[in-house]
């Protein structure tokens, strides 16, 4: 009735559902979806003293540490104020050394002021800082500042480097290689700029690793119907939480080199690694360890953000990415196209800037700084454990290892008549089964068909952020609920 | 050289100019643009000791307040330092008032953080101060929360619009009005989205208002190759200063309505109005005015920012816009799409939050905010009428005046010799004078060809921001310059 009344009421307008953007109508971003508003809409109902069989909606759905209850890191946040406040560097109330980073980015600032517009590409000394930390990070391999550019979050940055290189029409449209199951920001960017994606998908009975025979079997397949040009890959992972062995950095290197594709690298979770055996392997390290061959050919793009590692400050919008081995040409194009927009917010480069320079041994804010990042990470690295472990003794669902990341995407076995019963309701089955399961327990997570899986399996992503007793409630309902679930529909 | 070499390193790379995003490579921006890109240089060359007639790069050429040395609002920047850093919410040295909002703010935000995401649409009580500062603006004409979106800046908002708006392709691609001299954001905005610009001028002649017959012309021309479907406006204008009538207002509002036109109004410096007799009328309330008739169909936008007015915040990139009577099924699309980003930046949505809820009277910090606000006004307005009076003075220069904004515009007569010889190397006549200016003097201004101008006048466009001090040194600076081109060139 709603729709029909509305295109009533549309005709007169000069924007409606039919004259918009076709391209923005093809976007799809399950994170923020239809289950999250209706679990924003129980919130209000609860507020408004609606009877439920639970007290309070428990998010699951989004990596957002902060609003999961994660305390930010004391050294970035006063740091942050003297910036913003800078009457505050007169007081003793600060530690030495958050006051001479306070003073160094404000140097750096237009009129020593955060809010003046900074460089478009980001604060030379920002920049300088993450080229710095990129070396050390990388046991030395060199990185010039001038392929740093900050961003606003990760998300900027993937959708900027996604805009320069898609092109063309037809069998010649730029065909993009992202990862099922994916984190839906490149689904979504690549249906705004009308690119091809292209999907590869990850084992799951091998934890979520990339088989090069399924690179191989994508490319042929895509170099059908489109240009394929772009090979994305998210490590840590999201949804799927594992974190890839240097072996299959190295063949994907490999792989793209040979079939001539740009690399794109996406590593916002590069200190969130937690299984035993598991270790961060940065694509930049491993593309120079392979030789000059490699790495003065290989085009790679790495991402960066404050959101997530032990930091989770998502809220500044902070980020960067390094680009290797650009087209020079193309790299002042680059800086054209993100001179349009003026600057990422100066805060968040702030805080980037702390992030990739933070207290060093000797510095009066180092203990702290260290004692609370390091309690950050064991206790995710806590829940990571907590959450595979409880998963796996519920029948019906199966659990890889939370390796990295902030995520678990179990697979989930639903009854055939669960799934007839959601495709009768138009629903993806697994949506059907997340959306019973937020209105009967209030927890919120996402459908794995928000994320793309293999035909025929189900899953849900749900993040580790919550309080461990939290985490540890939530993860009892979650298997009250999938028990009763089956029994429904058996 | 340079090029060939370029190009015949980059026939190996996935990504180079050929076969990047053709309409990236059409964008242009002139703020940033080589003029600037050679200040730079120059102020790199002055730091490492090489000789200049000049011992200072003065920048006029963006509006960026805080880099010329305004200061920020003190109330503003305690209560940003309350939220990044809120142990200081204990502390005996922030007015009550500060305190007060900080903690409001903060109980917005996710796990009381600024580093948790946002609502997409922005934090909701943010939204809601919004609305109530719209009413207030436009005396009590309502304005509903959910019609607010907060953005990273207008350039945000004013892109995703533009997104939303643009479909088609051949004589059914969609037509965007903007006025020539325009802010080159919109043009850039429309090269990447491949959108057809359609120009209509400014009345130079009459203080550079709105002709209906110029707007009738560029409509109806446009129709012979595209849809025309938007039409843009800039009050208080950028990069001409001046400041609509409530007539023009109306006038236009009545001829998108009859003409089918989506408006999109870009008042970002609403508040600065200086000349006397003129008066900042938003849309709304003119559209309001004019009846139901109009204030239920004619679609609009509204855009406004951190960034100018008396705040000049613009590193923290604070921005929200308005939308009016669009059609329900759209806005729906439009929370998808700024979804998909996540959110703007925290910092800068509580910067709009102080901007819309400011100070109050019998608050503590009213009388020191009134004062500084009144302050940076008061200077503007003094900047307004000196720079109008002194570029006057110069046979050669006319200029318009400065009714508001942060912009003079004024019309250069350049000798035919010196058109000649721009010619001959490729440049716009009046890249020339502004390279020249800057090699000759330091002074940095962009030139008119930046922003559009009728064929066969030139123009530059320089900011009212530096200190009086130094803006009267650029403007005798300018005036001889001027006076000696002339010669060298007569
Ligand atoms: C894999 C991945 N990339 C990018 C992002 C974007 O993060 P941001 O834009 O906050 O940096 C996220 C956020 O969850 C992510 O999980
Ligand atoms: C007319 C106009 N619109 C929009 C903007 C964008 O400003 P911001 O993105 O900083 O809010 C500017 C900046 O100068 C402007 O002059």
């Given at each position: 009735?709603?729709?029909?009344?509305?295109?009533?009421?549309?005709?007169?307008?000069?924007?409606?559902?039919?004259?918009?953007?076709?391209?923005?109508?093809?976007?799809?971003?399950?994170?923020?979806?239809?289950?999250?508003?209706?679990?924003?809409?129980?919130?209000?109902?609860?507020?408004?003293?609606?009877?439920?069989?639970?007290?309070?909606?428990?998010?699951?759905?989004?990596?957002?540490?902060?609003?999961?209850?994660?305390?930010?890191?004391?050294?970035?946040?006063?740091?942050?104020?003297?910036?913003?406040?800078?009457?505050?560097?007169?007081?003793?109330?600060?530690?030495?050394?958050?006051?001479?980073?306070?003073?160094?980015?404000?140097?750096?600032?237009?009129?020593?002021?955060?809010?003046?517009?900074?460089?478009?590409?980001?604060?030379?000394?920002?920049?300088?800082?993450?080229?710095?930390?990129i070396?050390?990070r990388d046991?030395?391999v060199?990185c010039?500042?001038?392929?740093?550019?900050?961003?606003?979050?990760?998300?900027?940055?993937?959708?900027?480097?996604?805009?320069?290189?898609?092109?063309?029409?037809?069998?010649?449209?730029?065909?993009?290689?992202?990862?099922?199951?994916?984190?839906?920001?490149?689904?979504?960017?690549?249906?705004?700029?009308?690119?091809?994606?292209?999907?590869?998908?990850?084992?799951?009975?091998?934890?979520?690793?990339?088989?090069?025979?399924?690179?191989?079997?994508?490319?042929?397949?895509?170099?059908?119907?489109?240009?394929?040009?772009?090979?994305?890959?998210?490590?840590?992972?999201?949804?799927?939480?594992?974190?890839?062995?240097?072996?299959?950095?190295?063949?994907?290197?490999?792989?793209?080199?040979?079939?001539?594709?740009?690399?794109?690298a996406?590593e916002?979770?590069?200190?969130?690694?937690?299984?035993?055996?598991?270790?961060?392997h940065s694509f930049k390290k491993v593309l120079f360890?392979?030789?000059?061959?490699?790495s003065?050919?290989?085009?790679l793009?790495s991402?960066?953000?404050?959101?997530?590692?032990?930091?989770?400050?998502?809220?500044?919008?902070?980020?960067?990415?390094e680009?290797i081995?650009?087209?020079?040409?193309?790299?002042?194009?680059?800086?054209?196209?993100?001179?349009?927009?003026?600057?990422?917010?100066?805060?968040?480069?702030?805080?980037?800037?702390?992030?990739?320079?933070?207290?060093?041994?000797?510095?009066?804010?180092?203990?702290?700084?260290?004692?609370?990042?390091?309690?950050?990470?064991?206790?995710?690295?806590?829940?990571?454990?907590?959450?595979?472990?409880?998963?796996?003794?519920?029948?019906?669902?199966?659990?890889?290892?939370?390796?990295?990341?902030?995520?678990?995407?179990?697979?989930?076995?639903?009854?055939?008549?669960?799934?007839?019963?959601?495709?009768?309701?138009?629903?993806?089955?697994?949506?059907?089964?997340?959306?019973?399961?937020?209105?009967?327990?209030?927890?919120?997570?996402?459908?794995?068909?928000?994320?793309?899986?293999?035909?025929?399996?189900?899953?849900?992503?749900?993040?580790?952020?919550?309080?461990?007793?939290?985490?540890?409630?939530?993860?009892?309902?979650?298997?009250?609920?999938?028990?009763?679930?089956?029994?429904?529909?058996?």
């Amino acid at each position: 009735a709603t729709s029909t009344s509305n295109a009533v009421f549309s005709q007169n307008k000069v924007l409606t559902i039919d004259t918009m953007n076709p391209n923005v109508k093809n976007v799809e971003y399950a994170v923020r979806g239809p289950i999250v508003q209706r679990a924003v809409q129980i919130e209000k109902e609860l507020r408004e003293g609606v009877k439920k069989p639970f007290t309070e909606v428990i998010k699951a759905n989004i990596g957002d540490a902060h609003a999961m209850g994660q305390q930010p890191i004391t050294f970035f946040r006063q740091v942050l104020a003297l910036c913003s406040y800078p009457e505050l560097l007169k007081d003793n109330m600060f530690p030495e050394d958050a006051k001479s980073r306070a003073r160094r980015i404000l140097q750096a600032c237009g009129g020593s002021s955060l809010g003046a517009y900074s460089a478009s590409q980001g604060i030379d000394c920002v920049r300088q800082d993450v080229a710095r930390y990129i070396e050390r990070r990388d046991g030395g391999v060199p990185c010039d500042p001038d392929n740093v550019y900050l961003t606003s979050g990760a998300s900027d940055g993937i959708v900027t480097m996604l805009k320069l290189l898609v092109c063309g029409e037809g069998a010649s449209k730029t065909g993009v290689m992202i990862s099922i199951p994916q984190y839906p920001l490149y689904s979504a960017a690549l249906a705004e700029l009308g690119a091809v994606q292209v999907n590869y998908y990850l084992n799951e009975e091998k934890c979520w690793s990339m088989d090069l025979s399924e690179l191989e079997r994508s490319l042929a397949e895509a170099r059908k119907h489109c240009n394929p040009k772009v090979l994305c890959i998210i490590n840590p992972g999201n949804p799927t939480g594992q974190v890839q062995s240097r072996q299959c950095i190295e063949d994907v290197i490999r792989f793209a080199a040979k079939e001539h594709l740009f690399l794109m690298a996406d590593e916002v979770y590069q200190d969130n690694v937690y299984a035993e055996g598991c270790q961060f392997h940065s694509f930049k390290k491993v593309l120079f360890e392979l030789g000059p061959q490699y790495s003065n050919t290989v085009e790679l793009v790495s991402f960066h953000s404050t959101s997530k590692c032990y930091m989770g400050e998502c809220g500044f919008r902070g980020g960067y990415m390094e680009v290797i081995n650009m087209d020079p040409e193309v790299k002042a194009q680059l800086i054209k196209l993100v001179s349009v927009r003026l600057c990422p917010a100066v805060p968040g480069q702030a805080l980037m800037d702390l992030v990739v320079n933070s207290p060093q041994p000797g510095e009066p804010s180092y203990t702290t700084f260290m004692k609370e990042r390091t309690t950050t990470l064991s206790l995710l690295a806590e829940k990571a454990k907590l959450t595979e472990e409880i998963l796996n003794t519920v029948p019906g669902i199966t659990c890889n290892p939370v390796q990295g990341a902030m995520y678990s995407f179990p697979n989930i076995s639903l009854p055939q008549k669960a799934i007839k019963e959601a495709k009768a309701l138009g629903q993806a089955p697994d949506m059907f089964y997340c959306m019973k399961m937020l209105e009967e327990t209030g927890i919120c997570l996402v459908p794995g068909s928000g994320f793309g899986q293999k035909d025929g399996t189900y899953h849900f992503r749900m993040t580790i952020l919550p309080p461990t007793d939290k985490l540890k409630l939530l993860l009892a309902k979650v298997k009250e609920f999938h028990q009763k679930f089956t029994r429904q529909y058996s």
